[in-house]
């Protein structure tokens, strides 16, 4: 997730979304599109060699 530029408090966030679902049993459908609107926030690679790519593309590593 730091990959795409999450940092500490967005991992706060993620915990949430995940305990929305199992400890909170809420339908994963509904949990599902607020994953997406949050996600959205994350769409370029920042930390490796890729840095600057979309994020959710295909990323052909080898030549």
Known sequence: MTRIGMKESDMKEVA???AR??????D?????????AFKKQFTTIQYCFNAGEPA???????E
């Open 16 to 18: 949430e979304l995940i």
């Open 21 to 26: 679902v199992v400890v909170k049993k809420e």
């Open 28 to 36: 994963p459908a509904k949990v599902k599109e607020d994953v997406k």
């Open 56 to 62: 959710y593309g295909y990323h052909k590593l080898v």
